[in-house]
């Protein structure tokens, strides 16, 4: 993963950018004076998000688990990406998705197309909130979650501030600051909250490393087939989500096959 230097250059980069788009105020004080506060909970959110993505499957999963590759055991040894995405739209997985979040879908299709869900929506806004520290607005949340799900499609392939740094800038213009200004009637504190919501959102790209790790992971370890079943069991909606950002099934499997960037082929797995 990235070293905690990598936290260092991205506040600098989002920061420079944030001073030459607004009005420079006192704010930037109390900025350098959180960023121990921010660097604590990079590392808080790092280790949860990694808990998550590599949680193992408890036994109501390891049934349905089992019941799944059982039904699908013809699959040949190649696993057609479609053959894999087939296996999610049999009746067990999509009864398991409604016991999910109450929702019923036709297919695995139809799931991919909900995404992202309001669930996931709920949940990722939750994560903000714990590194913001205080209330947004409804206008606020809308435009902060539209730019943090452009950003984990940009960052599929391992793109982040860090290595890319126009990209990220140009998107966090473009996506964050230019709407929030353009909408916020927010004075107190607005332009520090700007400046936390751009640091979050570097620090969440990085979701798609840690899924990716845990998933490609899984299949290295069990195969193909089952490293897939599980990744989908365990993280459906991190699963979806990150599928609804490929063309076919075939592009997701490959990204699922491949080392993860050009970071990933010197690292180690995370522990299981």
């Given at each position: ?112 197309n909900m995404m992202p ?153 995370e522990n299981q």
């Amino acid at each position: 993963m990235k070293k905690p230097t990598c936290l260092i250059l991205t506040i600098i980069g989002v920061l420079l950018l944030i001073v030459g788009l607004v009005i420079v105020v006192p704010w930037i004080v109390d900025i350098v004076q959180e960023f121990g506060k921010m660097q604590e909970k990079h590392e808080k959110y790092t280790i949860s998000i990694r808990k998550y993505a590599n949680t193992p499957l408890n036994e109501e999963q390891i049934g349905l688990y089992e019941i799944i590759l059982k039904e699908h055991a013809e699959i040949s040894i190649t696993e057609k990406p479609d053959e894999l995405e087939n296996m999610l739209s049999t009746e067990p997985y999509l009864t398991y998705l409604n016991l999910q979040d109450g929702e019923v879908y036709s297919d695995y299709t139809a799931f991919i197309n909900m995404m992202p869900t309001q669930n996931h929506k709920a949940i990722v806004l939750s994560r903000l909130s714990q590194f913001l520290e205080t209330d947004i607005g409804e206008v606020t949340q809308d435009i902060w979650l539209d730019f943090y799900y452009r950003l984990r499609e940009w960052g599929r392939d391992g793109k982040t501030q860090a290595n890319t740094s126009k990209e990220f800038n140009d998107l966090l213009q473009k996506h964050l600051v230019e709407p929030l200004m353009e909408n916020s009637s927010d004075t107190g504190g607005f332009t520090s909250k700007i400046f936390k919501m751009g640091i979050v959102s570097a620090v969440m790209v990085e979701d798609n490393e840690v899924f990716h790790r845990a998933w490609h992971h899984r299949i290295q370890s069990s195969g193909l087939q089952e490293g897939y079943l599980m990744s989908a069991i365990t993280t459906p909606e991190e699963f979806a989500l990150m599928r609804s950002f490929f063309e076919n099934a075939d592009a997701f499997v490959n990204w699922l096959t491949e080392p993860f960037g050009l970071e990933e082929e010197n690292v180690e797995p995370e522990n299981q």
